[in-house]
């Protein structure tokens, strides 16, 4: 029996405004809460394929950032554990494709013990010298005793359900068999150290690394039924989607700065720069994008587009990449998030129109900043398989703005 995963999506998180995207668990109960712009698709295997991809988004923006809005735990105040969601789909996939781990690699030790292997042991193991004669003290033995490899086995049980209990429900309802072995996180680690250090199999190896994650994780998270993956700051994922499919990395350079000079002695003392999102350059253009995850792509109201702060703060980015490049080859735009099915469109951008300010002649491309929808589903795809054509077709739809009558 395979899930419908529309049951599981939240009905208040398409038109509410609560702010959490993401994963929760409570009391076995799955429920998953979608971004602004978040088509659902018909059938579970596409679905299946955009949640992941929406996971992988928020895992990717938060995975250095020492934020706690991401969270695998109980209390969100003591707890900020990161949730490995790589090494549980990672375990399930292996899974499904190999079954539970048994040992089957021959593993070599140094030890005094056991069948010795002599073509490893002349390579490895430097000899004594006497009298001519070389003497080995240590050898490199055969190890495979019957009850570590009955251990790993179990340990990887544990680590499969453990895995499904969090994720399976993407896949299937149906449940794996519920592990022989108690956890006990310095015996897991132990083992599975000792196992990933001696493997020589790559399969074998990424398997491992994964699980010992996923039985770190676990000492902090033993609770199967209650738990939350997800951020309430989702405008940070949709500012590093926007950045990583359309921005140069070297942005530093389009920073205006400013600094205090102190009367009299002519110190000065610099302040932080305004820093914006995301520089896009092609055909010999600059076009400065600001990624808003704003709802307007949703209500259609007014009231859900940027305010004048941010406009002025576009036209301001847009003064002072002009005076640094002395062309008149600078862009501004908003990039807001939308579901072109819900627009009745086909593509995956929208030109809805342009901010100006009444104390500028608003006769520099710059000083318009245009206001464009961008289909989620589209931009979480696009994130992860590169698709470099999006570029030239959001140039474009800038390009073609400035003609387009309002």
């Not at 104390?359 to 992860?384: C, M, Q, R």
Request: some cysteine.
């Amino acid at each position: 029996m395979i899930y419908n995963l529309k049951d599981f999506i939240s009905s208040s998180s398409v038109t509410s405004d609560n702010t959490f995207v993401g994963i929760k668990c409570n009391e076995g109960k799955i429920s998953i809460s979608l971004p602004v712009g978040f088509r659902v698709s018909e059938d579970d295997k596409s679905l299946r394929k955009d949640i992941l991809l929406l996971l992988y988004a928020i895992r990717n923006t938060f995975d250095k950032r020492d934020s706690d809005s991401i969270i695998s735990s109980l209390d969100k105040t003591n707890h900020t554990e990161s949730f490995p969601i790589s090494s549980y789909l990672f375990v399930i996939s292996d899974f499904m494709n190999r079954g539970y781990f048994k040992e089957k690699e021959t593993v070599f030790a140094v030890d005094k013990k056991g069948k010795i292997q002599w073509g490893r042991t002349i390579k490895r193991i430097y000899p004594y010298i006497q009298n001519n004669q070389a003497f080995y003290l240590d050898f490199i033995t055969r190890k495979n005793p019957l009850s570590e490899n009955e251990l790993i086995t179990q340990i990887h049980e544990f680590c499969v359900y453990e895995s499904f209990m969090k994720l399976g429900w993407l896949y299937t309802s149906k449940l794996p068999k519920k592990p022989r072995i108690k956890f006990n996180l310095n015996l897991f680690l132990s083992i599975v150290n000792e196992k990933l250090g001696n493997s020589f199999i790559d399969e074998n190896k990424k398997l491992f690394h994964h699980m010992i994650q996923i039985i770190k994780c676990s000492e902090s998270n033993v609770d199967q039924l209650n738990y939350t993956y997800g951020t309430d700051r989702f405008e940070y994922v949709w500012e590093k989607l926007i950045d990583e499919v359309f921005g140069i990395k070297d942005k530093f350079n389009y920073f205006p700065k400013t600094k205090w000079i102190f009367r009299g002695n002519n110190q000065f003392y610099d302040n932080s720069s305004l820093e914006p999102d995301t520089i896009m350059l092609y055909d010999n253009k600059i076009y400065i994008l600001d990624a808003k995850y704003y709802k307007f792509g949703r209500t259609k109201r007014p009231s859900d587009l940027p305010s004048s702060s941010s406009i002025n703060k576009q036209i301001t980015y847009g003064e002072y990449a002009e005076k640094l490049h002395q062309k008149n080859n600078v862009r501004n735009a908003f990039l807001m998030p939308f579901s072109s099915y819900d627009w009745n469109s086909s593509e995956p951008f929208m030109y809805i129109g342009d901010a100006v300010s009444e104390w500028k002649l608003n006769n520099l491309p710059y000083e318009s900043i245009k206001g464009i929808l961008v289909d989620t589903n589209y931009l979480l795809n696009a994130f992860h398989f590169e698709n470099k054509s999006l570029i030239i077709k959001l140039s474009k739809l800038i390009e073609d703005s400035f003609v387009t009558k309002i």
